[in-house]
């Protein structure tokens, strides 16, 4: 099982070539190949601000950069269902002199693909999700991308950690908007690949120990919508997961939205939100600046440009 989260990650990147943005993706722009619906979309957030001998009460120089890229690659034919989606979220910003170094504000990549097979009723699937979760970049204390002075710990890198659940279970969809997915046993891996992150233990991973495995039930629900003659997409998902194994009154939440207004052809405005909670998962509180659980929440706002290819 030591490796097992190393694994999951090479599934996903081998298993679907044709990865996407999931269910919840913006479909406004897609192309159908026989029985395959593929589509994506790329999104920018800038901002700069220079100063010189600024004025009293001025700011301090800044400068952000930060972007959002989703895919997805869905076949249905018959009674089979199959959904791949992709996503990454990259953003860091710069306040200050010009040795400041660079902030992480955002790194999240995220692979999901759920398999289905209809039975006799239309709207009922007997279904499997896998869902894997990591990050890219290097980040040290202080969410900073380098570390110049040597001084600062390494507390995150690409599959450190990686997060991994499978979850066969049943998926019912009343019509062409909604999904409810449930899944009565579902497992879950919290993985850290380097043993210097995992000994932090702000990652979930058991102490001493580079991974957690957890066993539970996992609710999915999927809502995507087009209003005002398809100008505005609406699309959200919720995820909750129970861990049978450990405090199964204390449910992990992950709830994703993303509201989407076209603007012009094949450019759009996308207001991004997330809302998590893991009790074994520590994030930064606002309060104190230190690690902690809680509620987390990250809101962006960005100039979308969607790609068929």
Known sequence: ??????????????????????????????????????????????????????????GNNRIGLGGLSNWFA?????????????????????????????????????????????????????????????????????????????????IAKFLSPVTASFSPGIDYKPNANLSLFYSPISYKLIYVNDPSVAALNIHGNLEGEQSLRQMGSNLKIVYSNKFFEEKMNINTSLDLFSNYLERPQNLDVLWKTDINIQLI?????????????????????????EPGVALSFTEALLIKYNIIF
């Open 1 to 58: 099982m030591r490796y097992l989260g190393l694994s999951v990650l090479f599934f996903v990147f081998f298993a679907t070539v044709s990865s996407g943005q999931e269910t919840t993706a913006d479909t406004s722009l897609v192309e159908k190949t026989s029985d395959w619906k593929l589509g994506g979309g790329i999104g920018f957030d800038f901002a700069q601000l220079l100063q010189v001998n600024p004025k009293p009460g001025a």
């Open 74 to 154: 869905n076949y249905n034919r018959d009674n089979i269902s199959w959904e791949n989606n992709i996503s990454l979220q990259l953003s860091a910003q710069k306040v200050g002199l010009a040795d400041t170094l660079f902030i992480k504000n955002l790194d999240v990549f995220r692979f999901n693909s759920k398999f289905g097979f209809k039975g006799k009723n239309e709207k009922l699937f007997v279904a499997a999700e896998l869902q894997t979760q990591t990050l890219l970049l290097n980040t040290y204390e202080g969410n900073v991308l380098r570390n110049r002075s040597g001084e600062k710990n390494l």
């Open 265 to 289: 052809k094949n450019v759009s405005l996308n207001l991004v939100t997330e809302l998590f909670y893991d009790d074994n998962i520590s994030v930064i509180l606002d309060s104190t600046g």
